[in-house]
C-alpha cells in the first residue's frame, strides 16, 4: 500500500461512500454547536421534520454573545438574549447536551471541546465556525461549516464533501526564547499569504512544533482557516495522549488501551507525497505583530510598517494602501514605537491556561500603562479561569490593572458589549484583524499573549522577551 | 433551494481582494435567528456613513456615496465581480444570504475562500471562478458600458454580453445539477442512511469509543 498523509487516513477511515462525480459522503464523528450559527439549522430540521440522525454526536455551548460582566444579571441586549435561549431551547428540545451560560464548562465552544475530550484524535468533527481547524491539532479532521451544513450534520452525521490537496509546512529546528506558537502561525501565514492555503488541508510537522504543547499547537491549527485553508492538523503523539487520557469524554478502561494502540496510527507515513511543502527554519522567527487588516499583513516586532511603493502586484499595493489608511499608520514606521489603547488577551487562539500563565509571568509586578485605557483578560472556560484562580494568576492581573472577565468570544468578534471605539488601537491575541473585527473603526494587530501584556505594561509594542529577563518586582513595580 | 439556470443582469464592480464574510455581514447582524431580512445590512460598514445596529430603520440612514453598491448606474445588480480570496473568513453562512436578499444571484471573481464559495450553492448563489485578466476583462467592460447586462447561463457554463462578449466558465458537475434542479443536500444524503448504517456498525468495531452515549 502507497504511504499516506496524515489528512489521507483521516479521510479514508471516514468515507461512506464515493459519489460517481468525484465528491465522497464523508461521515461526521463529532459536531459542536453554538448560538450563532445554529438557529436557522434546528428551524430547517423542524420545517422538514427531521430529526438528529444521533444525539449523543453533538454538544452545544452558547460563546459569541455571552456577556463577560456581571453574568448572574443575564443578558443586557435584548437580540443577543433571543440568541442564546434559542439554542437552550433548541438544545433541550432535542436532547442536546448544552453547557449553558451559568455552567462551570462553558466556554468558547473549541477551548471546551478539548478540554472536555470532546475531541479527539482520529476523529472528523465539524462546526459552524471556521476556527474549528482548532481541533486539528489532535490528530482530528475538523473543519467549519455553514449553517445547512450544520443541519445537514445534525440530520445525516454525514457531509457531502470533496477531498482537499495536501500541503505540508514543516518548521525545522527550535524556536528562539521568546518566540511562540502565535508567532510561528503568524510567520507562515506572512509567507503563504492569506489564501495560501485555499483548496488545501495543512498538516503542520518538524521538531518545532512537535515541541509544543497541546496549547500551542491548538493556536497554530486554529489559525490555518487564516491562511485559507478549511482544516489544519498536526500529527498524534505522547503529547496528544497525555493530554487526552482522563478527560471526560475520552475514552476509559479497557477502550482507553484500544484507542491509543488506534491513534498511534495517525501520523502521515514515512515518503508520503504532499502536493505542496513549505519549509520554515524555527530558528529565524521573531515575534510577530501584525500592521494591517488581514492577518497576512504581519511584520516581526523589529521591523517598520511597509511601504506599499516598494510592492509591484497593483491589486496587493491597493491592499496595502487602504489597510494603513485604516489603520492609521505611516509606511516605515517601527512598529515598536506604536502606542496601544486596548489589550485583549483571549479568544479562541489564545485564552488556554498556558496563554494565561504566558501573560501573567510578563505582568507579573508591573502596571498597567497610563495610556492603555483598557486591558481585558478573558479565559476560554470557566474550567480555565477557576484553575487561573487556583494560581492567583488572577491576582497579577487584577494587581496591575487588568480586568478579569467571564469566558466567551468577546473582544474578538465584539458580538457582546466587550468592543473597540473607533480609531482605538489594540494589542489583540485573537485571529483576525479585519476592518471592523473588533468594533467598527478600531484597529486590530494580532499578537501572542506574552506580546499582548508586554504591550499592556509598557503602553506600546515591545519585543516581551525584553522584559521576560527582567521579572516586574526586581524593578521596583515600575513600568519598563 | 431556489434555481438557479439562466441571468441578465447588471454586473457591479467592488475592486477589493480578500473581502471577508465580517466585510460582507458585520457581526451585530448575526444575532437574528432568522434566515431572511439580511439585505439592508449588505457591506454595511462600507455602504453607510453611519454605525448600523440591528431594528434600525435602514431607509433613513445616510449612504456612502463613494461606494460603488450605492451609485446610481448599479441599482438592481444581481451579479457581483470581484478579486481574490472573496469570501474569506468566518464561517457566517449570513454572508450568502445577505447577498441573496439583496439580490446578487452571482458573484465573479479568480478566486473564492473554501467555506465561502462551498455555502454559496447551498442558497441558490452562482460563484464563478475565472481567471484573473478574464475578470479584470469585465471590471473593464462593465465600467465602460453603463447598464450593460451579462447573462450567465449555467446550462451552457457561458456568460455572454451584446458587445459580443463570451466567456466559458468552469464548475463541478454535482455542484451544478444541485443548483439547476434546487435539490435538498439533506434528501440526498438520506436516500443513502443504509449505508451510513452499514459504515456505523463497522466502525462500532474499530472506534466503539465514539458511540459511548
Redesign the interface.
Known amino acids: 500500500m502507497s504511504a499516506k498523509t496524515l489528512y489521507d487516513k483521516l479521510w479514508d477511515s471516514h468515507e461512506v461512500r464515493k459519489n460517481d462525480d468525484g465528491t465522497s459522503l464523508l461521515y461526521i464523528d463529532r459536531q459542536l454547536i453554538h448560538e450563532v450559527t445554529s438557529p436557522q439549522a434546528f428551524e430547517g430540521l423542524r420545517l422538514a421534520n427531521r430529526k438528529p440522525w444521533r444525539v449523543s454526536a453533538n454538544l452545544a455551548t452558547p460563546d459569541h454573545n455571552v456577556p463577560t460582566t456581571n453574568r448572574a444579571e443575564g443578558i443586557a441586549d435584548p437580540i443577543s438574549k433571543i440568541q442564546v435561549e434559542t439554542l437552550d431551547k433548541n438544545c433541550h428540545d432535542f436532547g442536546i447536551t448544552e453547557f449553558r451560560m451559568d455552567d462551570i464548562r462553558q466556554g468558547i465552544v473549541h477551548v471546551i471541546g478539548p478540554e472536555q475530550g470532546a475531541t479527539l484524535p482520529g476523529m472528523t468533527l465539524v462546526c459552524g465556525d471556521s476556527h474549528t481547524s482548532t481541533h486539528g491539532a489532535f490528530g482530528t479532521l475538523a473543519f467549519g461549516v455553514g449553517t445547512s451544513e450544520v443541519e445537514h450534520v445534525l440530520a445525516t452525521l454525514c457531509l457531502i464533501q470533496k477531498k482537499s490537496k495536501n500541503m505540508l509546512v514543516r518548521v525545522d529546528g527550535q524556536l528562539k526564547p521568546g518566540v511562540t506558537a502565535k508567532d510561528i502561525i503568524l510567520a507562515i501565514i506572512g509567507i503563504i499569504g492569506t489564501a495560501g492555503g485555499t483548496g488545501y488541508a495543512i498538516e503542520f510537522a518538524g521538531e518545532a512544533i512537535r515541541s509544543l504543547s497541546m496549547e500551542g499547537r491548538m493556536t497554530i491549527s486554529n489559525m490555518a482557516i487564516e491562511a485559507g485553508a478549511r482544516a489544519g492538523m498536526i500529527a498524534v503523539d505522547d503529547t496528544t495522549i497525555e493530554y487526552v487520557k482522563g478527560k471526560t469524554y475520552a475514552p476509559k478502561g479497557g477502550q482507553w488501551e484500544m484507542a491509543v494502540q488506534y491513534w498511534k496510527n495517525f501520523h502521515s507515513d514515512e515518503g508520503a507525497d504532499f502536493d505542496k511543502e513549505v519549509i520554515l527554519d524555527a530558528s529565524c522567527i521573531e515575534p510577530q505583530v501584525t500592521w494591517g487588516t488581514s492577518p497576512e499583513m504581519t511584520i516581526a516586532i523589529n521591523e517598520r510598517i511597509p511601504d506599499p511603493q516598494q510592492e509591484s502586484d497593483a491589486v496587493k499595493k491597493e491592499g496595502m494602501k487602504a489597510a494603513l489608511k485604516y489603520m492609521g499608520l505611516e509606511a516605515g514606521t517601527p512598529i515598536n514605537e506604536m502606542p496601544v489603547d486596548v489589550v485583549f488577551i483571549g479568544s479562541c487562539t489564545n485564552s488556554r491556561i498556558e496563554d494565561m500563565r504566558a501573560a501573567a509571568e510578563i505582568v507579573r509586578g508591573r502596571k498597567v500603562a497610563d495610556n492603555v485605557q483598557q486591558a481585558l483578560v478573558v479565559p476560554g472556560s470557566g474550567l480555565i479561569k477557576q484553575q487561573a484562580e487556583a494560581e492567583g494568576l488572577d491576582k497579577i492581573f487584577k494587581e496591575a490593572g487588568f480586568e478579569w472577565r467571564e469566558p466567551g468570544c468577546s473582544m474578538c468578534l465584539a458580538m457582546n458589549a466587550d468592543r473597540l471605539e473607533p480609531g482605538q488601537r489594540c494589542a489583540s491575541t485573537s485571529n483576525r484583524n479585519f476592518e471592523g473585527r473588533q468594533g467598527q473603526g478600531g484597529r486590530t494587530h494580532l499578537v501572542s499573549p506574552a506580546m499582548a501584556a508586554a504591550a499592556a505594561v509598557t503602553g506600546h509594542f515591545i519585543d516581551a522577551s525584553q522584559l521576560a529577563a527582567t521579572s516586574g518586582s526586581d524593578v521596583s513595580g515600575s513600568t519598563v | 433551494m431556489e434555481k438557479f439556470t439562466k441571468l441578465s443582469a447588471i454586473a457591479v464592480p467592488l475592486?477589493?481582494?480578500?473581502v471577508?464574510t465580517?466585510?460582507i455581514i458585520?457581526?451585530?447582524f448575526?444575532?437574528?435567528?432568522?434566515?431572511s431580512g439580511f439585505g439592508p445590512n449588505l457591506f454595511d460598514?462600507w455602504r453607510y456613513l453611519d454605525?448600523g445596529e440591528?431594528?434600525m430603520d435602514n431607509s433613513n440612514r445616510p449612504l456612502n456615496p463613494d461606494f460603488v453598491l450605492n451609485q446610481p448606474r448599479y441599482q438592481g445588480a444581481q451579479i457581483l465581480l470581484a478579486?481574490?480570496?472573496f469570501g474569506?473568513?468566518?464561517?457566517?453562512?449570513h454572508a450568502?444570504w445577505a447577498l441573496e436578499d439583496y439580490g446578487i444571484r452571482v458573484i465573479i471573481a479568480p478566486?473564492?475562500?473554501?467555506?465561502f464559495y462551498?455555502?454559496c450553492f447551498?442558497?441558490g448563489l452562482l460563484p464563478i471562478v475565472l481567471p484573473e485578466e478574464i475578470v479584470d476583462e469585465l471590471f473593464k467592460l462593465v465600467e465602460a458600458n453603463e447598464g450593460l447586462k451579462l447573462t450567465v447561463d449555467l446550462e451552457q457554463k457561458t456568460i455572454t454580453a451584446d458587445t459580443g462578449l463570451k466567456i466559458n466558465f468552469e464548475l463541478?458537475?454535482?455542484r451544478r445539477h444541485c443548483l439547476l434542479e434546487g435539490l435538498?443536500?439533506?434528501g440526498?444524503?438520506?436516500a443513502?442512511?443504509d449505508?451510513?448504517c452499514q459504515?456505523?456498525e463497522k466502525?462500532k468495531k474499530?472506534?466503539?469509543?465514539?458511540f459511548?452515549?
Open positions: 475592486d477589493r481582494a480578500n471577508d465580517d466585510a458585520p457581526k451585530q448575526l444575532k437574528s435567528i432568522k434566515r460598514e454605525h440591528p431594528g478579486w481574490d480570496n474569506c473568513g468566518s464561517s457566517r453562512e450568502p478566486s473564492f475562500a473554501d467555506i462551498n455555502n447551498k442558497n463541478d458537475e454535482f435538498d443536500e439533506i440526498l444524503t438520506l443513502h442512511a449505508e451510513i459504515y456505523e466502525q474499530i472506534t466503539p469509543w465514539l459511548n452515549e
